[in-house]
């Protein structure tokens, strides 16, 4: 198993000057501060950061890793107001800084930018949006001082006592006149016990004005254009092709630079989990995974998923304890959603509170309204179908049954329980016939319950 570099937290106290007149200098720089997401192919927010608005067409800068990897990309000023993010003007991923353009008719705020040199000792405040996937919430404002810089091959970055918390990435970092010096990007720790205040990174202003092409990309354009060198949009590529061996390999070395990406642990998690069910090592691995996800909620106590995977991997783990703790705050987080409800139910399923786990269920079938969930439907009925005839001695899950294969015939776990179902109450028949639609599928299939039989359906169904 690799060795992986798992976050600690770990309790620091603010070092910081007081700033005169801090107050009027924040209402000056914030509404400049963007919220940024990264959306993906389920149109769902897959990750979030800060940017920082420099000119007032909508010109602004970011971190090139926040931006990495994306497909589709909105923003939302201080107001709630919402832009798409369509275009790339100029990068550099050596000083991770990134120039995009909102699309916009209207003038925004925006920061003033400044190359005057910043000595150790001098104070400054960063301002970002940190509060994860919600829309909800004004920005953060911390403040600290220049402890110092650091020379990263051949780039300068600025050290700060200033907390930059995840979400914070890509935000801006004001000196005592309210003028822009830095643009906010992560730390410097190398071990993640060395994860503390005094090591926050920041890439000067002064490498703006080094983003001087106009690339005009597209944001697609973009990603074809790192898609073969870039770490992390390699890393997703091999993930959503569900090679997750060479996936695990390049989040971990985009940890290494990048330990406080909530999402790269929340995916690294996941390749662990997807690899790792059917393997003789598979605990270790799976609590490997458990790890990650640990990790992507400590960073972002909001993000969803983490939870979500958390509670599924705690099942497979026979923590119950556990699976309930997860699966219980993710649906705290998302109560009026096909997600938020699915979790529930699959946990009382799993503890065999059949009736809880009907009701969440069918909360989860009523949410469902995305085109994307309703590809997932046909399971929803399946996991549906499953609780009532363990609950019920009747034919009250033959209705679920059939609308799953309805809306999936193919679905090969629907046509082996469908059949048990049939079997178990005596319809041998029919039972049969959904067996031999199986066997056609998937010859290989082997159907769980029949015992000695269970591959050998001449002997069932003659």
């Not at 925006?110 to 919430?137: Q, R």
């Not at 119950?320 to 997600?339: D, M, R």
């Not at 009747?394 to 329980?417: T, V």
Request: proline letters at 3%; glycine letters at 6%.
């Amino acid at each position: 198993m690799k060795k992986l570099l798992f976050l600690c937290l770990i309790p620091f106290s603010i070092i910081g000057q007081n700033i005169s007149n801090l107050p009027n200098l924040i209402q000056k720089c914030d509404p400049s501060i963007i919220k940024i997401y990264t959306i993906n192919s389920q149109n769902n927010p897959e990750k979030q950061g800060s940017g920082v608005i420099i000119n007032a067409d909508g010109t602004g800068i970011t971190n090139f890793h926040v931006l990495a990897g994306a497909k589709k990309v909105i923003a939302y000023d201080l107001n709630g107001n919402k832009y798409d993010l369509n275009t790339i003007l100029d990068y550099n991923e050596e000083t991770d800084l990134i120039k995009f353009k909102l699309t916009t008719n209207k003038r925004l705020s925006y920061a003033k930018i400044t190359n005057d040199a910043i000595t150790k000792g001098s104070s400054v405040f960063a301002i970002g949006f940190p509060n994860g996937f919600s829309l909800d919430g004004e920005s953060t404002v911390s403040t600290g001082i220049i402890s110092g810089s650091r020379s990263i091959n051949n780039i300068k970055f600025i050290q700060t006592t200033t907390p930059i918390t995840h979400g914070s990435s890509g935000g801006g970092l004001f000196n005592v006149n309210g003028n822009l010096c830095g643009i906010t990007s992560g730390t410097f720790a190398e071990d993640i016990k060395d994860r503390h205040a005094n090591l926050n990174k920041v890439i000067s202003s002064s490498y703006i004005n080094d983003l001087s092409q106009n690339k005009n990309l597209s944001i697609i354009d973009f990603y074809n254009e790192i898609r073969n060198t870039n770490i992390y949009t390699q890393a997703f590529e091999f993930y959503d092709n569900a090679n997750f061996n060479e996936a695990e390999e390049l989040f971990i070395k985009h940890l290494k630079m990048f330990p406080d990406d909530a999402v790269a642990w929340f995916r690294l998690g996941n390749c662990y989990t997807q690899r790792c069910y059917h393997n003789i090592e598979s605990r270790a691995c799976l609590e490997n995974a458990i790890l990650c996800y640990k990790n992507a909620i400590s960073l972002d106590s909001t993000y969803f998923y983490p939870y979500y995977q958390a509670a599924i991997t705690s099942i497979y783990l026979e923590d119950q304890y556990q699976s309930e703790i997860y699966a219980k705050t993710a649906y705290n987080l998302q109560p009026k959603t096909s997600e938020g409800n699915y979790i529930l139910g699959y946990y009382y399923n799993d503890v065999q509170d059949y009736n809880k786990s009907i009701f969440y269920f069918t909360n989860a079938i009523n949410y469902t309204s995305s085109d994307f969930d309703k590809a997932k439907l046909h399971n929803l009925y399946l996991e549906r179908a499953i609780a009532k005839s363990l609950l019920y001695t009747d034919f009250s899950a033959d209705s679920d049954y059939r609308k799953c294969l309805e809306l999936n015939p193919k679905n090969q776990n629907g046509l082996s329980n469908y059949g048990m179902f049939l079997y178990n109450r005596d319809d041998k028949k029919n039972a049969c016939i959904i067996w031999n639609k199986l066997k056609q599928i998937n010859p290989s299939y082997n159907i769980p319950g029949l015992g000695e039989l269970r591959s050998n359906l001449s002997k069932v169904c003659k």
